[in-house]
Structure formats: C-alpha cells, structure tokens
C-alpha cells in the first residue's frame, strides 16, 4: 500500500528565477523555472553548456539562493531556511556528489570508511556502508583508498556515501564529464541500482547515455524550461 508522500515529489522548484550579477549586467540564470522531482526516481536536467543546468542544481540544493519563488525540498521549503538551519537539511536530507571525483573523497579514508562517515555526520547507522557498496558494484573494492581506485570507482564511492541513511535527495553534477564510455556506462547502472533500491537522484547531464537512463528529463533552454 502507497505511503502518505507517494503521490508528493522529494523535491520541487516553483517559479523560480537565478539571477548574477557581471561587469556587463546582469545575468538570468534561470527564468520562472517550475519542476518536480518524483520519489524513486532518477531525473536529468538536460540541455547544453549554459543552458542553466548547474544553477538549478544548486538552488536544490540550497547552495545558491533564488531571486524568485520557491524550492522545496522534502517538505521543508529552502527559501525561508537560512544558517545553521539550512545546512541541516542539506546534511541531513540530501547527499551531493560533486563533478570531479577526487573532490568527493577523503584521500586517507578506504572506500567502506568513506561512506562510514558519511553515515555519521548524517546521524545515520555507518553499518550499510558494506551493502551500499555492493550497491553500486564495489563490495570488493570496499578496502581501497582512493588513490587505488579508477575515476569510475571513486564516483560510484561518493554515490555510496551520499545514499547512506536513506537521504530525501541525492544531487549529481555532470557526474559521467570526467569518465570514459566504459566507467559512465558503469556509474550510470550503478545510479539505477541505488533508484531501485528507494533513492531519488538529481542530476545534471548532456550525457546521452545518463539521458537514456533517466525516468524523467528536466531539458533547460536559455534558464527556461523547455
């Protein structure tokens, strides 16, 4: 039987607007952007360089602050959340796994401690670290520093520690820009297994294959939904 938040999204931007200011004036990031990110899910936000992909990503995750309307992320809406109270939700109800996969890891901390940690700033059980890995397709790698693991790997370790303790939201970048075919082909399976197993993931991409993955595609044109 459906739970009580089965038919509500994990997370929502309603008339949302992103605004930088240049030397040449000003810049519209996003303009009146409306979207949904359905629970279980994984859901691409797709277009070309520019086209606002990162902005989005970022007001989500409440990282940059909208102009305009409202973002809303598992109940909790981010746009009236400032300090220590926003970055608690975002430590607690989201997990962000950055470009560059050297970025999301601790260079002295193995593969299985990483997502220990994780689990521990998160207020989470550190002891699925091992059944996440296998997760993703590393429970023998589960010993390894990152120095011994490929880019692919190292990716697949910061999808396992952003998943632990069952996050509202997991938020992607370009998580496949710094991959070859075979190691995107890999974290994208590995992102479907973590779908199938409860997770809803977020992530920006013109990575044909991450598109195809994807249940649902977000396709931002010019910071306008296209």
């Given at each position: 039987m459906p739970g009580p938040d089965a038919g509500v999204p994990a997370a929502a931007c309603e008339d949302v607007s992103?605004?930088?200011d240049t030397a040449s004036g000003a810049v519209h990031a996003l303009q009146n952007v409306d979207a949904a990110f359905g629970r279980s899910?994984?859901?691409?936000v797709a277009g070309p360089s520019g086209s606002g992909k990162s902005s989005l990503l970022r007001v989500v995750a409440g990282l940059q602050r909208a102009?305009?309307?409202r973002v809303v992320v598992d109940g909790m809406d981010?746009?009236?959340l400032r300090g220590r109270r926003l970055r608690r939700v975002r430590r607690t109800a989201m997990g962000v796994v950055l470009q560059a996969p050297a970025d999301n890891l601790l260079d002295y901390l193995r593969a299985?401690?990483?997502v220990a940690l994780a689990a521990r700033l998160r207020g989470a059980d550190p002891g699925g670290a091992r059944a996440l890995l296998?997760?993703?397709g590393?429970?023998?790698?589960?010993r390894s520093y990152p120095a011994e693991l490929s880019g692919g790997e190292q990716q697949r370790v910061a999808f396992a520690a952003a998943a632990i303790g069952r996050p509202a939201l997991l938020l992607a970048d370009e998580p496949t820009a710094e991959l070859d075919g075979r190691a995107a082909a890999d974290l994208v399976a590995?992102?479907?297994r973590l779908v199938d197993e409860g997770a809803t993931l977020v992530v920006t991409s013109h990575d044909p294959t991450v598109v195809a993955a994807a249940d649902d595609v977000v396709t931002l044109r010019q910071g306008r939904v296209a």
């Amino acid at each position: 039987m459906p739970g009580p938040d089965a038919g509500v999204p994990a997370a929502a931007c309603e008339d949302v607007s992103v605004d930088y200011d240049t030397a040449s004036g000003a810049v519209h990031a996003l303009q009146n952007v409306d979207a949904a990110f359905g629970r279980s899910r994984l859901t691409v936000v797709a277009g070309p360089s520019g086209s606002g992909k990162s902005s989005l990503l970022r007001v989500v995750a409440g990282l940059q602050r909208a102009a305009s309307g409202r973002v809303v992320v598992d109940g909790m809406d981010l746009t009236r959340l400032r300090g220590r109270r926003l970055r608690r939700v975002r430590r607690t109800a989201m997990g962000v796994v950055l470009q560059a996969p050297a970025d999301n890891l601790l260079d002295y901390l193995r593969a299985e401690e990483q997502v220990a940690l994780a689990a521990r700033l998160r207020g989470a059980d550190p002891g699925g670290a091992r059944a996440l890995l296998d997760a993703v397709g590393l429970a023998d790698r589960a010993r390894s520093y990152p120095a011994e693991l490929s880019g692919g790997e190292q990716q697949r370790v910061a999808f396992a520690a952003a998943a632990i303790g069952r996050p509202a939201l997991l938020l992607a970048d370009e998580p496949t820009a710094e991959l070859d075919g075979r190691a995107a082909a890999d974290l994208v399976a590995a992102l479907r297994r973590l779908v199938d197993e409860g997770a809803t993931l977020v992530v920006t991409s013109h990575d044909p294959t991450v598109v195809a993955a994807a249940d649902d595609v977000v396709t931002l044109r010019q910071g306008r939904v296209a």
